[in-house]
């Protein structure tokens, strides 16, 4: 369906070069793999990660609960399962952040103006940031709660 609406485009094209098919003017072409690139995508990413942290409060939050979860871990030396879950959980969080940061950047970058849709979106990307927390903070609590007793009842 959507070749019809590039056909005229296409023609044009092969006009200029006619010796190309119209899957070589159609398809991107695909770049060999390269280490170099893949070195500077994970920069990309990085400076995603240093925007984030300067421009968000609620990351300093979620890096110092973190922090405590890391150090706790390391005190109550926790089991492979348990921690497993907790990356798990601790990564979805700061999944969440980051895409409810997107979102919300992507949309103050389109549009300016106040309206009860973007309102909307924006509560909703920010409720998966909640939802995410929540049950890290759940499973933190199942693990480390009985760890914590034991600890107390010792003194």
Do not use: C
């Not at 990564?91 to 980051?98: D, F, K, N, P, R």
């Not at 927390?133 to 693990?143: E, K, M, N, R, S």
Request: charged share 15%.
């Amino acid at each position: 369906m959507l070749r019809h609406h590039f056909l005229p485009l296409l023609k044009n094209d092969m006009k200029m070069n006619p010796l190309k098919s119209i899957e070589q003017i159609m398809l991107p072409k695909i770049k060999p793999f390269s280490w170099k690139s893949r070195f500077k995508s994970s920069l990309y990413a990085w400076s995603g990660l240093k925007a984030l942290m300067r421009t968000e409060h609620n990351a300093w939050i979620h890096l110092g609960a973190t922090i405590a979860v890391v150090l706790l871990s390391i005190e109550f030396s926790i089991s492979s399962t348990e921690a497993i879950a907790l990356i798990i959980v601790a990564a979805l969080v700061w999944m969440g952040e980051l895409f409810n940061t997107a979102i919300e950047k992507s949309i103050d970058f389109v549009s300016t103006g106040i309206h009860p849709q973007i309102k909307t979106i924006k509560d909703l990307s920010a409720a998966a940031v909640l939802i995410a927390a929540i049950a890290a903070v759940l499973v933190g609590l199942i693990i480390f709660i009985p760890k914590i007793l034991i600890y107390v009842q010792k003194f």
